[in-house]
């Protein structure tokens, strides 16, 4: 069995379903298709719950009135029979009556939750109406029956695919199977996601949960490129890297994919492919455990970091003091992406402020705190990259003119990191992309 995964902008129109069903239905291997929200309707829904938690009803409605008349104004292009509109019409009803209901009852997070999962319930019940349209046989599975978190928001991947598989065996002659990316149910049985960009995370989960022959992931560009296209002109496709160079990419800000989209395919070893659904002829980029290539591949940046710095010249060198350090962010639940150390002090970096002042307050006892906020990791990769000659000293030549916080290599074989203030993101992309790329 294969997964398909098609994003937002792949199901925003609807020529562009009736092309997912073109590439969904060229071959004989089982699929199962997964879904997101149609470009702008998670952005949207995000934006009525906010109105909602500020307690200003009449914006929240004018925006749910919005979102109503895009799906009002999408469906008559994508179904044609009388039969098919009626149930396109219904399925519109049905879930912006649930919103409409939401203005009258008290908010809170879990309605917020609520509200989030509508996108990909709407985008998939429409497009297995215009499949039943078309008699193209189709399973419809909802992700809430298997798709599940633990509480702390972590995939629960043995019961997932225990869910998954018993589901699927019930329909042992099937071929096609639609579900919903992101969405699925916490601890508490509640309705939850796997956070923006997710429905990349539920194609690789449901491709590990089912071990399957390659998890295609189509979206809107011709695979994962060597620098941020919406930042750097001229940018390139990569058409082979290996699971640890996507996943530190994915970590460290290239959109394309969901920073923890990797390490279900990789763990059960599945390839992954990026793909193009307005270009589907275009190779892409191919995701695998080994790849032959070496030195620096791409470069990607990821925003709203806070460094931390704690300076003690008593403490740093005994030991057990990076543990007592590391314990106060592990009891906040917050994770650190880069480490740098010297004699005197130690800086660290976070992206999830949740907890900033307490970890403030309780690292002030171990000596000098410095907090430095909108900060950018700029992160480099390739396979070997720290062993490559030369690679790094032409990261650092490139960075001539901009002043970097911290650098941290030697980690692994595949990345370089260096954190500067976020005001030098655009220019470090761009002077990177000059220096680094000798192909
Ligand atoms: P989808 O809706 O299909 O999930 P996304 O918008 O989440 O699509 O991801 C695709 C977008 O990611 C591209 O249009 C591109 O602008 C952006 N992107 C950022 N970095 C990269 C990169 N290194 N390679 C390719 N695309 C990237
Ligand atoms: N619709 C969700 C979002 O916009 C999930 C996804 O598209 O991957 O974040
Ligand atoms: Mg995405």
Redesign the pocket.
Known sequence: MKIM??????VGRPERMHQVKDLITRGDEPTIVVL?AL?GTTNALVGIGEALAAGDKSLAKERIDTLHAHYLAFYPALVQTAEARAKAEEIIKEHFEFLNILLKISFNEAINRDILAQGELLSTKLFFTLLGELQIPAVFLPALDFMSIDENSEPELPKISEKLKAILAQHPKERLFITQGYICKNHRNEVDNLKR?G??YTASLVAAAINASVCE?????D????????VVDR?R?IAEMSFDEAAE?AYF??????PASIWPAQLYNVPVK?LN?MEPTAHGTLIKAEVETTGVK???AKDGITAIKIKSSRMLLAYGFLRRIFEVFEKYKTPIDMITTSEVAVSVTIDDLSHLEQIQAELESFGTVEIDRNQAIICVVGNKVAETKGAVQSVLDSLINIPVRMVSFGGSKHNVSILVDAQYKTQALKSLNEGVFTW
Do not use: C, E, V
Not at 5 to 10: A, D, L, N, V
Not at 223 to 230: E, F, I, L, S, Y
């Open positions: 995964k098609f994003g937002g902008t792949s997101s470009s960009g429905s990349d992931i189509w979206t809107d560009i695979g994962m490129h060597n620098n941020d296209p919406r940018t496709p990419l800000g290239a959109k394309i994919l969901h990026l659904t791409a470069i990607a």
